[in-house]
C-alpha cells in the first residue's frame, strides 16, 4: 500500500486486479466503480461473464461506476434510489473497509434487491459506511437486471444465442470469485465472507446457496425478504425472452439485429412488459416477476429451495427473515385495495388456494379485508419461503431467524412494517435525506439501528447474531425462535403467526413465493 498525502483524502493500493487510487473520509477508506468482469457489451451481451485482465496504471476508484438499464419505481424513489449513469458496461463493484491491511475482518458482500429489475450496489441506502466503521469489510456489487441478465435466449432462438437467463447470478458468481482472489488487499478476510441481499437479492441469496458455482466462495448468508421459492423453468424464461423480441418486433432467428438493438430499445421493451404484468393486461402470463433466474440446469441446476432441502449449502451459516407487513409496499398506494371487503378477500383466497380456501380464509379471520389480503400476500410471497428455507437450512448448518416490525410513519403510517423497512436500519443510512421521512427518525430508531448492525455483524463475524442489545439468540429449530426487531429492545419470540404458516402446508409449493 502506498498512502498519498492525508490531506487530499486519496489512497493508491496495489491488488491482484491492479492498482487502484481510492478515497479516505472519516477514518474509512472507500474503492468505487471498480470492475470485476469484462464489460458485458458487443459480442458478450448476454454472455456469461468473462474474466478481466489487470489493468495498466492507476485506475480512479473514487466515484461509483454505471448501473444496469433499468426504470426507477416506487421503492427506490422512498428508500432514495439515486444512483447515476446507466450502461450495460455495470459490471462494478464498491468497498468499504478500515484499512488497507492485514488484519484479516469479515467480509460482507451486499446483493441489491429489485424484482431482479431495478437497483445497484451504488444507491446512496446501500453506503457501507456504518456496517463497515464495526471493522468490517463492506461490498456492493451490480449485475445485470431485467432483459440484460435474466433472459432465455438460448431456448427462445433455439441455440442462436448463449444467454441461458441466468446471467445475472453468474455476475454475483464472478464478483464474489473477485472478492475471493482480491479482498485481502482491503483488510478482509477471503476465507470469512457472508453474503446478503433483500428482496430479489434475498432470493439471489438462495440462488447462490443452490448453485455449484459458487462453492467456497462465501462461507456465511443473510437472506432479507427473499428466499428460494423462485426460478423459471425453461419454457417460462424462454416465453419471456421472446415476449421482450415481440415487443421489439424481431423474430427469433434475427439474432443479429436483436444483438444490434440499442440497449435503450431494449430497456423500452423490459419497461413495457412489466407493465403488461403489473396491470394484468394483454396476453402473456409471466407472473409478477418476468425477469428472474432461469433454472437453466448449470448456474441453477434446480430451483433453489429444492436444491438447498438436498444439502447444496452444507455448512452455511444462515439468518433469515422478513418484515411483518411486507406486502403494504405494494398495495398501500392502490385505493382499489385499501377499501377491500371481506367477501372480495375471500374471493381472492379462494381463487388462490382453490380446494385448499377454506383453511386459508380460517387462518386470516380477523381485520378488515385490506389487512387480512396484505397477510395473506405478505406469508405467500415472502414468510412462508423464508421459513421453509429456514427448515430446509436447519438440516445442514446454523439458522436463525429475525422479524422486523419498525413501521414507517409515512403518511399516517398506512405502509406499516413494510417490505424494505429493515434496509436504512442495516445500513445505518435511515436517518440521511429523502429516507428519513420513510424510515423515522429519533432515539426509537436510532437504538434500531444500532442494534441491527451490531447483530448482522455478529452474524458476519462469527455465525452467531446474538449481542448484548439482542441477548440469547437461539437457532430457529423445532421451536421456531425469531428475533423481533421493532420499537424497544430486540426480543424474542416462538413460533410468531404459526396458525397462519401451517395454513399454507396443503396448498401447492408452486403457488407459495413471489
Known amino acids: 500500500m502506498d498512502k498519498r498525502s492525508e490531506d487530499t483524502g486519496t489512497i493508491t493500493l496495489d491488488t491482484p486486479a491492479g492498482r487502484l487510487a481510492g478515497a479516505r473520509a472519516g477514518g474509512l477508506f472507500s474503492f468505487k466503480g471498480v470492475p470485476y468482469a469484462k464489460p458485458p457489451v458487443g459480442p458478450l451481451r448476454w454472455r456469461a461473464p468473462e474474466p478481466l485482465e489487470p489493468w495498466a496504471g492507476t485506475r480512479n476508484a473514487t466515484s461509483f461506476g454505471a448501473a444496469s438499464p433499468q426504470a426507477p419505481t416506487q421503492i427506490t424513489a422512498l428508500t432514495g434510489g439515486r444512483f447515476g449513469v446507466q450502461s450495460e458496461d455495470c459490471l462494478y463493484l464498491n468497498i468499504w473497509t478500515p484499512g488497507c491491511d492485514s488484519a484479516k475482518r469479515p467480509v460482507m458482500v451486499w446483493i441489491h434487491g429489485g424484482a431482479f429489475a431495478v437497483g445497484a450496489g451504488s444507491q446512496t441506502i446501500y453506503d457501507g459506511s456504518a456496517l463497515a466503521a464495526q471493522d468490517a469489510v463492506i461490498v456492493t456489487i451490480n449485475y445485470r437486471l431485467g432483459a440484460f441478465g435474466f433472459l432465455d435466449l438460448a431456448d427462445a432462438t433455439d441455440g442462436r444465442l448463449e444467454g441461458t437467463g441466468a446471467e445475472g447470478v453468474a455476475d454475483q458468481i464472478a464478483a464474489l470469485r473477485w472478492v475471493k482472489h482480491n479482498i485481502a488487499c482491503f483488510g478482509g478476510d477471503p476465507g470469512n465472507v457472508t453474503i446478503f441481499g433483500e428482496s430479489a437479492g434475498g432470493m439471489s441469496v438462495a440462488a447462490l446457496l443452490a448453485s455449484p458455482s459458487a462453492k467456497g466462495l462465501f462461507h456465511k448468508a443473510i437472506a432479507q425478504s427473499g428466499a428460494g421459492h423462485i426460478g423459471h423453468e425453461r419454457d417460462r424464461g424462454a416465453r419471456a425472452a421472446r415476449a421482450v423480441m415481440e415487443i421489439l418486433g424481431i423474430a427469433p ?7 444490434a438493438a440499442p440497449f435503450g430499445e431494449i430497456l423500452k421493451a423490459q419497461i413495457t412488459l412489466l407493465a403488461e404484468m403489473r396491470s394484468g393486461a394483454g396476453p402473456r402470463k409471466l407472473g409478477s416477476l418476468p425477469f428472474q433466474p432461469t433454472v437453466d440446469g448449470t448456474i441453477i441446476p434446480e430451483r433453489p429451495i429444492d436444491a438447498i432441502r438436498k444439502g447444496s449449502a452444507s455448512g452455511i451459516a444462515l439468518m433469515a427473515g422478513t418484515t411483518k407487513e411486507e406486502w403494504k409496499m405494494f398495495s398501500a398506494f392502490v385505493p382499489q385495495l385499501r377499501f377491500l371487503s371481506v367477501e372480495n378477500f375471500a374471493s381472492r383466497a379462494t381463487r388462490l388456494a382453490e380446494e385448499e ?7 386470516y379471520a380477523e381485520g378488515s379485508g385490506y389487512e387480512r389480503f396484505n397477510a395473506m400476500m405478505t406469508d405467500k410471497a415472502f414468510a412462508v419461503p423464508a421459513a421453509r428455507l429456514l427448515e430446509a437450512q436447519s438440516a445442514y448448518a446454523p439458522a436463525y431467524a429475525y422479524r422486523f416490525d419498525w413501521r414507517s410513519k409515512l403518511l399516517g403510517g398506512i405502509m406499516g412494517s413494510c417490505h424494505a423497512i429493515e434496509l436504512g436500519f442495516v445500513f445505518g443510512t435511515y436517518n440521511g435525506g429523502m429516507q428519513r421521512s420513510f424510515f423515522g427518525k429519533g432515539p426509537e430508531a ?7 448492525i451490531q447483530s448482522w455483524i455478529a452474524f458476519a463475524r462469527s455465525g452467531n447474531p446474538a449481542t448484548n442489545s439482542s441477548g440469547a439468540w437461539p437457532q430457529y429449530g423445532s421451536a421456531r425462535n425469531t428475533m423481533i426487531f421493532g420499537d424497544g429492545a430486540p426480543h424474542l419470540a416462538q413460533a410468531p403467526n404459526d396458525a397462519r404458516r401451517t395454513a399454507w402446508d ?6 407459495i413465493g413471489p
Request: proline content about 4%; glycine content about 0%.
Open 253 to 259: 432467428h434475427d439474432v443479429e439485429r436483436l444483438r
Open 357 to 363: 380456501a377454506p383453511e386459508l380464509l380460517a387462518a
Open 446 to 452: 436510532d437504538a434500531l439501528s444500532v442494534a441491527a
Open 506 to 511: 396443503r396448498i401447492s409449493e408452486r403457488r
